[in-house]
RNA sequence: GGCCUGUUGGUGAAGCGGUUUAACACACAUGCCUUUCACGCAUGCACACACGGGUUCAAAUCCCGUACAGGCUACCA
């Protein structure tokens, strides 16, 4: 029996050999510098938080080089797989504006080097691993699970390296004629890798990201293909990668102790190694220890977190690509006129260790965020977010569309904007006083002033003698000053601190009595801009209802 | 257990042998501004280079050890 025969028995019915595959899938025509690179999820219905992270890594390198950003599907392990998971991924990543220039759509595969999803690319991975089972590079393995613990349990005994590897490597001295009646005789087998590295040699590489690095050669006998047929990870990496011509593997952190593995594997397959980038994890803050954002453990490491929160999409980004390249933010400071997209991210000023998440800092950035939109974008949002968290605010919403835009309009579109609304769902809980539906304060938070009769003569004193709903802004307080006077309090704070006892208080106690009286809060927006907003009539009800109280 | 990697103030981080009495941002505090809050401005705080040895005229920066943390050690990715 010839090699090929040999290698035909083991895995039956491939049509094509690797010399077709490398000539259908051919070298991309990009400038030198171009990164090709992917997002590789599997399919699990559920992003988390540094996936996103990764995939944002990704697809702004690619972008940034005139590159390519594809979408493959890692699929090999179908017990984990979710029937609607690769839509899902799609919708969310679109969210966050991040888009593919190839690879799986909603519609189908797009571009030249498909299929994108690895379990119809289980001919390819044969192809590659007849071609090494010819050339005495990989063999199969009939080991059982039992056999394996049992091999573990000695190996944890005699305290030797754990794995498949030199004289612990069973299958690997079955001849050809052994495996033949194996095969024949039915029973089960993978295919492993023969590797040829020495544990006890070290081999020398370089991180895009960590930088120099050395580990020790990989010795294991991995496998490749596995009883049902389908690739590693390991194995289909190294041929998607090949024939796709992905130039970084950008991924997470967790692979870099398999460098060795992978690169032993592209050499004995003949292909050229990519380089690669290992992000560092992101990490939350667990009773003072840190470890690594967990999908079970931790609400902030599903994105579905932020959308609930209200945290719009591009803060997350904006936040993710300062934990990326912490001089993001210096450059923002400088470049206030510019499109963020300009920057361009640097590997070698990702950090090396994992990185706090700063859920603070998230916050803080989102409040920026949002300062700077338009109040008719805040209205957009807040009803986007209040139509699936909040459905009877989200009516209140659309019930009084202009009113509520003019509302989230008070103090924003000017040189310094307020910024008092971090996330969408605080917005409620900021602006309730400012409907009636909502408005049955269960307090009023009076402040000097809190005698019944005073804020009674105060509110008379006001609303009859000095509102007048034509104001503009500074005659307004220009009466509001002459009211304060006309009842004994200072029409200004510097009169007031020279004598303070020469007044019953200040401007200050009187604006403050108003603004209790129509929101029942002490610290609001502009009070100005309310009174407008509320109108006489309204005024004149919520005055009645605080005397009231 | 083995193999890796990392450790700068409450947090993220700059720095990569001398220009560091260690940037910047967040958080926090105080003051100014101001009709409250927010914004803005100013100031402060945090007594920060994990620890112990080396190398060097000089170390946060290089080397070694220890501690701690994280990752990997699946026919999972």
């Given at each position: 029996m010839t090699r090929e025969e040999y290698a035909d028995l083991l895995l039956p019915g491939v049509t094509h050999n690797t010399d077709y595959y490398e000539k259908l899938y051919p070298e991309r025509e990009?400038?030198?510098?171009?990164?090709?690179?992917?997002?590789?999820?599997?399919?699990?219905?559920?992003?988390?938080?540094?996936?996103?992270?990764?995939?944002?890594i990704s697809n702004k390198m690619a972008n940034q080089t005139g590159g390519v950003f594809f979408l493959r599907i890692e699929d090999t392990d179908q017990k984990r797989s979710v029937d609607d998971g690769v839509n899902k991924i799609i919708e969310d990543l679109e969210k966050f504006n991040i888009k593919f220039d190839e690879g799986v759509?909603?519609?189908?595969?797009?571009?030249?080097y498909g299929p994108y999803t690895q379990s119809s690319r289980k001919e390819i991975y044969w192809a590659y691993a007849k071609k090494l089972i010819i050339e005495d590079k990989a063999y199969p393995c009939f080991c059982t699970e039992e056999e394996c613990t049992h091999d573990k349990e000695l190996q944890e005994k005699y305290k030797e390296r754990i794995g498949y590897y030199g004289r612990w490597a069973k299958c690997r001295k079955l001849n050809m004629e052994d495996v033949i009646k194996k095969v024949n005789n039915g029973e089960k087998y993978i295919i492993r890798l023969k590797s040829t590295g020495d544990f006890n040699k070290r081999f020398k590489f370089k991180d895009c990201i960590k930088g120099k690095?050395?580990?020790p050669e990989n010795d294991m006998d991995i496998?490749?293909?596995?009883?049902?047929?389908?690739?590693?990870y390991h194995f289909a990496h190294a041929v998607d990668d090949h024939l796709m011509h992905t130039t970084h593997i950008i991924r997470g952190d967790e692979w870099f102790s398999s460098i060795p593995i992978h690169t032993e594997l592209f050499v004995k397959l003949g292909f050229k190694v990519p380089k690669y980038a290992h992000i560092?994890?992101?990490?939350?803050?667990?009773?003072?220890?840190?470890?690594k954002l967990s999908k079970r453990k931790d609400k902030e490491a599903a994105?579905?977190?932020?959308?609930?929160?209200?945290?719009p999409n591009e803060a997350v980004m904006l936040y993710l690509e300062t934990v990326a390249n912490s001089n993001f933010e210096i450059w923002l400071e400088q470049n206030k006129d510019k499109d963020p997209n300009e920057f361009k991210l640097d590997f070698k000023k990702m950090s090396t260790g994992g990185t706090l998440f700063d859920y603070n800092k998230l916050i803080n950035i989102s409040k920026n965020y949002i300062s700077k939109l338009k109040a008719s974008d805040v209205y957009d949002l807040a009803l986007n977010h209040a139509n699936i968290y909040d459905k009877d605010f989200a009516n209140l919403l659309i019930k009084y569309k202009d009113y509520s835009t003019k509302v989230f309009n008070i103090e924003r579109e000017q040189k310094k904007p307020r910024k008092d609304i971090s996330c969408f769902s605080d917005i409620k809980n900021q602006m309730w006083y400012m409907?009636?539906?909502?408005?049955?304060?269960?307090?009023?938070?009076?402040?000097?002033?809190?005698?019944k009769n005073e804020i009674e003569l105060i509110l008379n004193t006001y609303f009859n003698e000095y509102y007048n709903v034509n104001d503009d802004?500074?005659?307004?307080?220009?009466?509001?000053?002459?009211?304060?006077?006309?009842?004994?309090?200072?029409?200004?704070?510097?009169?007031?601190?020279?004598?303070?006892?020469?007044?019953k208080g200040s401007i200050t106690d009187i604006s403050m009595v108003i603004r209790v009286a129509l929101t029942s809060k002490s610290m609001t927006p502009d009070l100005y801009d309310i009174i407008c907003l509320l109108g006489t009539d309204r005024i004149k009800e919520r005055i009645k209802k605080a005397l009231q109280f």
């Open positions: 990009l400038p030198e510098e171009a990164i090709v690179t992917r997002y590789a999820p599997s399919p699990t219905g559920f992003i988390h938080i540094g996936a996103l992270y990764s995939a944002f759509t909603k519609d189908g595969d797009k571009g030249k690095s050395e580990l496998p490749i293909i596995k009883s049902d047929g389908l690739p590693t560092s994890p992101l990490m939350i803050d667990d009773n003072g220890s840190k470890r994105i579905s977190f932020y959308h609930e929160q209200g945290i409907y009636d539906e909502l408005f049955n304060p269960e307090s009023y938070e009076w402040q000097n002033v809190n005698d802004k500074d005659n307004w307080f220009k009466h509001m000053q002459e009211c304060a006077e006309k009842l004994g309090y200072a029409g200004n704070m510097k009169d007031y601190k020279e004598n303070p006892n020469n007044y």
